[in-house]
């Protein structure tokens, strides 16, 4: 004989809390949730850091101005002051 269980009747066959198994769910949702507002911390915080371009990570054609800008000093083709003010453009 099929026996039809109420909502009172399952809590006392132990059918309640998925079996004991209720903490797992809640603690592998946490845990994603945490993971994804980390990523959408460091996606934007990527998207709005200003790269620090330093002599080391310089692009080749930053070099090549650069060492332009010395020949032309070199040469007497720029007056000092313009060459400090063009030195410090490059590095910004």
């Known amino acids: 004989m099929t026996e039809v269980l109420t909502i009172a009747q399952i809590g006392r066959h132990g059918f309640d809390h998925m079996d004991g198994w ?4 809640a603690v592998v949702g946490l845990v ?3 993971a994804l507002i980390g990523l959408v911390v460091w996606f934007i915080t990527s998207i709005v850091r200003k790269p620090v371009v330093t002599a080391s990570t310089a692009s080749p054609i930053m070099s090549q101005a650069a060492a332009l800008l010395d020949e032309r000093y070199a040469k007497g083709e720029i007056e ?3 060459y400090l003010q063009r030195k410090e453009d490059l590095r910004a």
Request: glycine content about 10%.
């Open 32 to 34: 994603f949730l945490a």
């Open 80 to 82: 000092r002051d313009e």
């Open 22 to 25: 209720g903490w797992i769910p």
